[in-house]
């Protein structure tokens, strides 16, 4: 009788130990999960002065990386200057969001003009966006968890909040860094150009704005240039992985009601930080430096198949060197002799512009919006072999 009560005495204390492992393994876990979450905006959270508070962050491994980006990530889509004849195989980031507000559907052709009434101005984190709530209820945890820590004598939960509230403040000094888009040294002046972008789901931009917000939003990636150097941020990067490890040890060997509340809170953020990732990454920017103007053409902008959104770009932009050097139309001699058609259609129209007094630099939408009439899919049809010319081409 005696070694069977000794012997249920053992297993309960075997109980109450698994059952503090759980709780161990399951804070833990909480704190170091939604990885996905945080990185989803990591590079502009550490562009706002908020990243610098203490406060609770989920996953903080995610932002204590060996290397940084050197640019922001570019966006698909093929970048080229009607006037200029660059290209550029991918759209930068910063004018994919200016561009990408209101989406373009598939062989749709918009036309924009955008300008920037003050050159000093710049592209920056927006100071109130929901990023910056994010940290102010990290750190509104922090501070009830400090509290609690306190009111309930936990030397290890007190230990725990400090650590990981210090941790995200550690990671976001070493993180800190400037957006810097590129700027015409040479203050020659140049003819405003068009830039198209070509989509892969067939849609066309084009964009009608001057050399210098040309140079800034297309033609040099976005540069993110650091307070502190790499050895720096690698030393920082350490400690910062050192402080995690003890804050989780410290975490474990709170008492079972502040690992409930530490877990309550990680669950919060967790779930606070997957709303924010799924939101438009315009919402975490201050593009206000940049006007946007759509200009309207006649025809609308939704068209059924590429023949028409092409010979629409070409309309607009009363060229076709660019299809040309961006090889945008398909390879063979069928597209080759529509192409130098449609050039001859839009240089007639340019001639027809000039004679009225209407050509110049300047005055390219001065016609309202009208564009030179041609059937390009009966053009192109006729250029095909009807045997072998397929539906939608």
């Known amino acids: ?37 945080v990185k989803a905006n990591a590079q502009v959270s550490t562009l706002s002065k908020f990243s610098l508070l203490p406060r609770l962050l989920p996953a903080p491994q995610a932002l204590i990386r060996t290397s940084r980006p050197e640019s922001l990530k570019p966006d698909n889509g093929k970048v080229i200057g009607a006037r200029s004849g660059g290209i550029r195989d991918f759209v930068n980031h910063i004018a994919h969001l200016v561009h990408s507000i209101h989406p373009l559907p598939a062989y749709a052709v918009r036309c924009e003009r955008i300008s920037k009434p003050n050159p ?61 888009l590129m700027k015409r040294k040479q203050k020659r002046r140049v003819p405003r150009d068009n830039i198209i972008i070509k989509y892969p789901h067939g849609a066309f931009l084009v964009v009608k704005c001057d050399e210098n917000v040309a140079r800034e939003l297309y033609w040099h990636p976005e540069e993110c240039q650091y307070t502190f150097g790499d050895t720096i941020y690698r030393i920082v990067s350490l400690i910062g992985t050192i402080t995690l490890m003890f804050g989780v040890i410290c975490l474990g060997n709170s008492t079972l009601p502040l690992q409930i509340a530490f877990a309550a809170a990680y669950m919060i953020l967790n779930a606070a930080y997957w709303v924010v990732a799924a939101l438009p990454p315009q919402w975490h920017w201050d593009l206000s430096c940049y006007k946007v103007k759509r200009e309207l053409y006649e025809g609308g902008e939704d068209h059924e198949n590429f023949t028409q959104a092409l010979w629409k770009a070409i309309a607009i932009t009363k060229s076709v060197e660019w299809v040309k050097i961006g090889q945008i139309a398909p390879v063979s001699e069928a597209w080759k002799a529509w192409v130098e058609t449609a050039g001859d259609v839009v240089e007639r129209d340019k001639e027809s512009w000039e004679a009225e007094g209407l050509g110049g630099e300047g005055s390219d939408d001065e016609n309202g919006g009208k564009l030179p009439s041609w059937d390009a899919e009966r053009a192109l049809t006729e250029f095909l072999d009807p045997d072998e010319a397929g539906k939608n081409v």
Request: aromatic letters at 10%.
């Open 1 to 37: 009788m005696l070694n069977w009560l000794d012997n249920g005495g053992g297993n309960s204390q075997n109980a109450s130990s698994g059952f503090h492992n759980l709780q161990l393994d399951i804070v833990g876990f909480l704190a170091i999960l939604g990885e996905a979450s």
């Open 120 to 180: 000093t101005s710049t592209v920056s984190a927006y100071t109130w966006g929901p990023l910056a709530w994010l940290s102010l209820l990290g750190t509104a945890m922090s501070v009830a968890l400090l509290a609690l820590s306190i009111a309930r004598n936990d030397g290890f939960a007190l230990l725990a909040t400090i650590l990981l509230s210090l941790l995200s403040t550690l990671i976001g000094f070493g993180s800190r860094w400037n957006l810097s």
